[in-house]
């Protein structure tokens, strides 16, 4: 079975502060993606990043970064120099590849505070 | 291009009433999936569907139903409500019906239960 492990579910930090958000996967499949999915206060998810199983290079993108390790099942997600707008709760996911849906997180609900 | 919408926003019933709550994909979107998000629960797969097919179908009681119509809107109906179903109901949409690229989520309907 899948599963994804959001282990923090509630983190404060100071304004430019940098701060990760840990994800845990579990899966035996050899083919999957993973997602980070971003939640303001208004509801609607907003998509962040895919990674495929295969594809283990880690990426950045402005302040966020991410780094995907087979090795730990782990997928993280750091914001560096965090402002008070990357407040949200933050879903990490995990789709195999035979299957047609996506298994979500707990999610981690992200205080930046000014 | 004019995201998912989702209606009602909110909306409240009462215990043994049935409720419907509609989703607008994007355009040419042909794939609309329903996620229940709670508290506790966090967020949980309902249904997915593609081409007026549903293709895939979450763990909840046949109480939670759903169609797609032929312009891709979806719907999905609640009857015989229990308190437990106060929740955040989300839709998203992709292009494709293989979930390996980005969903677009609306803002959700949330419904509570009395």
């Known amino acids: 079975a899948q599963k994804v492990t959001q282990a923090q579910t509630e983190i404060s930090v100071v304004e430019k502060e940098d701060v990760t958000l840990d994800c845990v996967y579990e899966?035996?499949?050899?083919?999957?993606?993973l997602f980070w999915y971003k939640q303001p206060p208004s509801g609607e998810l907003v998509f962040l990043i895919r990674r495929n199983s295969f594809d283990e290079q880690n990426e950045i993108s402005g302040r966020y970064s991410w780094n995907f390790q087979k090795s730990t099942s782990s997928f993280n997600f750091t914001i560096t120099a965090s402002q008070v707008v990357d407040s949200a709760v933050y879903f990490c996911?995990?789709?195999?590849?035979?299957?047609?849906?996506?298994?979500f997180g707990k999610g981690t609900r992200l205080h930046i505070l000014p | 291009k004019a995201g998912v919408t989702q209606t009602p926003r909110y909306l409240i019933k009462t215990r043994g009433q049935q409720v419907t709550l509609s989703c607008s994909p994007i355009?040419?979107?042909?794939?609309v999936s329903w996620y229940q998000q709670t508290p506790g629960q966090g967020l949980q797969f309902l249904f997915e569907?593609?081409?007026?097919?549903?293709?895939n179908k979450g763990n909840f009681p046949g109480r939670f139903s759903g169609r797609q119509f032929s312009n891709s809107r979806s719907e999905m109906n609640v009857s015989t409500l229990e308190l437990g179903d106060s929740a955040l109901y989300l839709c998203?949409?992709?292009?494709?019906?293989?979930?390996?690229?980005?969903?677009?989520f609306g803002e959700g309907s949330r419904l509570t239960v009395l």
């Open positions: 996911a995990l789709k195999v590849n035979r299957d047609d849906k996506i298994i």
């Open positions: 569907y593609f081409s007026e097919t549903q293709r």
């Open positions: 355009s040419g979107h042909r794939s």
């Open positions: 998203a949409s992709s292009l494709a019906s293989d979930y390996t690229g980005e969903l677009f």
């Open positions: 899966t035996r499949d050899t083919t999957y993606y």
